[in-house]
Structure formats: C-alpha cells, structure tokens
C-alpha cells in the first residue's frame, strides 16, 4: 500500500466503492498509510498477509505491481471468475485521453520524461506519471487538465490488462531481468509484449530495430510500426548517422545533431531516437525536440555523473540493475572502466558481460550477495577485488584509478540485499565520492 494503492484506494472509495485493503507488513510499519485510510473511511484493513478469504470476497481485484499474481489468493479469486486487474487498467477505463506508454527493460523512464518534456516545450498539455512520477490514476479525475498523458508501464502492470490500449506505444527493448518473479525469460518477454495486444491500426508502434526480441515481437503488431536503429539506415524511422539522428516520416527527412546533448551513451542515444519519433507523430516541431536534447542532462542514478578527482571520472549508474543495462553502459565509455558491481543474486545470465569487461574494465569490484558468482563467471577477465561494503568499493577504486579513466557503479543487481532500494544505494555512493580528497 504505497503511493499507487493509496490513490487507487481513493479513487474507488470516491466512487462510491467498499473499498478493502490487504498488505504483507506489519500493521506497525504502516501507521501513515492507516490513518490515510481511516480518513477515506476505508473500515476493512488487512495487514501482515494475504487472506483467500478477502480475496474471495470482493467483486473486484486491484493489484499493485509488487504482487505476483501466481500467490494462491489471487489464484483462488481468478478461479471463483473474479476480476483482478491492475491499477492502469482501472485508470484507462476512466482517462478520456490520449496515451503514450513506454517500456522496455532500460531506458524508459528517460525516454517517457523525453517525450514528456518535447511535447511540453510545443505548448502541450502533458501529464507523466505511472511506473514513475503520479499513478495513472491520479490522471483518471483531471478533467480537461491535460490534452495527452505520456506513461512509463512496467511488465509488472501490465501482467494484469484486459483492455489497456494507448495511441502510442514504444518497446525500447528486452533483456533478462526480474527473474525471482517470472518464472522462465519467455514469460518475461511475453508481460512486456502486452503493451500492444489491445492496439489496431489506427495506433502506432515505436520499436528497436536492433533488438531481435523487439523485432520478433513486432510481427504481431497490429498497428503501424515505426523503428529506431542505432546500426542501419532505415527507409522509415529514426537512426543514428555519425554525430546526428535522422528521422524519416511520411516521407520527409529530418537531421537532429547531438553535438550540445548533455545525455551520453549508446542507450541514451536509443531513447532519443524513440522519443522523437513518438513526439514529432504526436505533433511536437522539430525546434522544440531540438531544444529539449540540448538540454536534457538526464535523470538521478542513470549514468549520473558525480565528480572529477584527479582526472578520475566517478559515475552513479545505480539504476543498472542488469546484465544488459551494464553493458550499454560500458559501450559509452572510451576510457579505461573501473567497475563496481554486484548486489542481490537475482540476475540471469552473465555471459553477456563478458566481452564488454575483457575489452574495457580495468578493474573488477565486487560486493554484496552476487560477488562470488560474478567473481567466478567474470573474475578470470580482468583483475577483481571483493569488497564488503559500497564506500569500501570506492575506496578501492580511488586508490588505484588513474587520471584519464572512470570509476563506474552500474551493479547489473538489484539493491535488496544492502540497501532499501537502488535510490539509496546510489546515494551512499555518491557520498562516499564526495568524501573522497584529492591528492595533494
């Protein structure tokens, strides 16, 4: 019951709905969002589990993204046919807007705030929100607030669509991640494809040529397709020509130099080609997608970068919390990498890594619960230490960096294992660096 089951407790409960609540913690870790609740009048909160019973029992299921809908309560409600949805797929049916979603493994949150931010720079009414900023449906009661909402969707909200169907969908790509909740990578891959499954021909797809997963999925696209490619040309699109984007549409021919971008990396450079598609279809001017690359610098915790010491670059890329984040990560880079990675061992495959680290990491750090597996599966690469904690992993990689190479922290984890969230570990990491002196 965090922010999005909060508002969607709301939205029901001014509807008119009985609403109930049911939540794993315990009551005395959930005081705020008690009396929240107490003052919708919600009466009936469960806490510290899930009851069949409270399933069973209601004529409507709304799940949050964190709950797996193979756990035995919500399992025994699908059986007795009661309707268990997630919160887009209420929100959609009450928004009477257009809807940009974005998603894909990496990169969505960037590319939804890129979209967001060029079609505000036309002068649009925009609302973002979703998997990240406001829940979708805080955007279900704004009236004529906004002219079209731009939503970052994640595999999790997505499992549980029925009719969820937006004028614009864009699939960044697909690689392993998440697996402690899916059950195989296929299962994954299908959650993620969901995005168009509702979609006719009237809608639009945006999808990376280059990913062959993407590609494969795109064959059951209904609705028109448009590709991204950062390694070819395309007839229709956008794709990377040396320093600049070229975007083809309707038959026109469009060039955005990258020359003044702030946002850097091979990934970044994906997450404009997909953004400005989508923006310029949805009427942005080629000025104002100009004047947001200019300007965008990027988000917290995604290739951040944090200080110079000494001619040593430090870089927080905490949200790399898998194999195929790092490895785009890596390829943004000239320089010699020293790589802090490592976290809680909930990654896939590893063999993705390991031309990237032979060919560019220097050296190897690793923490948390995954370090002995990566140790064995990358160690024999290139020199690797083991640390026990994040500021002792910056310690080391101050002290034997040298001027003209990074220190990157792109973990290829999740954070649970040490810390609340990738948020926080990003955090520490950034202090550690700001702590660090320069030689004198």
């Not at 990498?337 to 220097?362: F, M, Q, T, Y």
């Amino acid at each position: 019951l965090a922010r999005t089951g909060l508002a969607t407790a709301a939205f029901l409960n001014a509807k008119g709905s009985i609403v109930s609540t049911t939540e794993m913690k315990p009551q005395e870790e959930m005081a705020e969002a008690i009396q929240e609740l107490e003052r919708m009048g919600v009466s009936h909160m469960e806490w510290g589990g899930h009851q069949a019973r409270t399933f069973l029992n209601q004529d409507l299921i709304v799940v949050s993204p964190g709950i797996d809908l193979k756990i035995d309560p919500i399992q025994k409600a699908l059986e007795k046919g009661i309707q268990v949805i997630s919160e887009i797929e209420l929100a959609y049916g009450f928004i009477r807007i257009p809807i940009i979603a974005v998603t894909g493994t990496n990169g969505k949150t960037t590319t939804t705030h890129l979209i967001g931010e060029m079609l505000k720079e036309e002068g649009k009414k925009v609302g973002v929100g979703g998997n990240v900023g406001e829940p979708l449906i805080l955007f279900a009661q704004g009236g004529n607030q906004w002219e079209v909402l731009v939503a970052e969707v994640s595999s999790f909200q997505l499992e549980a669509i029925e009719d969820f169907r937006p004028g614009i969908s864009v699939l960044l790509n697909i690689t392993e991640d998440h697996l402690d909740r899916y059950r195989s990578y296929e299962e994954y891959i299908e959650a993620k494809a969901r995005i168009f499954m509702n979609q006719n021909s009237s809608d639009v797809a945006i999808l990376n040529g280059d990913d062959p997963l993407v590609a494969g999925l795109g064959k059951r696209v209904k609705a028109k397709k448009i590709l991204f490619s950062s390694k070819g040309r395309l007839r229709e699109g956008a794709f990377w020509n040396s320093q600049e984007i070229v975007l083809r549409l309707g038959g026109k021919e469009e060039s955005y130099s990258l020359a003044k971008a702030p946002l850097k990396g091979v990934h970044n450079v994906e997450n404009m080609m997909a953004a400005l598609a989508t923006a310029r279809i949805w009427g942005a001017s080629k000025k104002a997608a100009e004047t947001v690359l200019d300007r965008f610098e990027g988000l917290e915790h995604r290739l951040e970068f944090v200080r110079e010491i000494n001619g040593v670059r430090f870089f927080n890329d905490s949200k790399g919390t898998n194999v195929g984040s790092v490895v785009k990560s890596l390829q943004s880079f000239s320089d010699p990498v020293i790589l802090i990675a490592g976290g809680k061992d909930n990654i896939g495959d590893l063999s993705p890594l390991r031309d990237p680290v032979r060919d560019r990491v220097k050296r190897l750090i690793l923490l948390g619960e995954a370090k002995e597996r990566m140790a064995r599966e990358l160690g024999g690469l290139t020199e690797t230490a083991m640390a026990k904690t994040l500021e002792e992993a910056v310690l080391l990689a101050h002290q034997t960096a040298k001027r003209g190479e990074v220190v990157l922290l792109s973990p290829a984890c999740s954070s649970f294992d040490m810390f609340k969230d990738y948020k926080e570990r990003g955090e520490v990491f950034k202090d550690a660096v700001r702590r660090l002196r320069e030689a004198e």
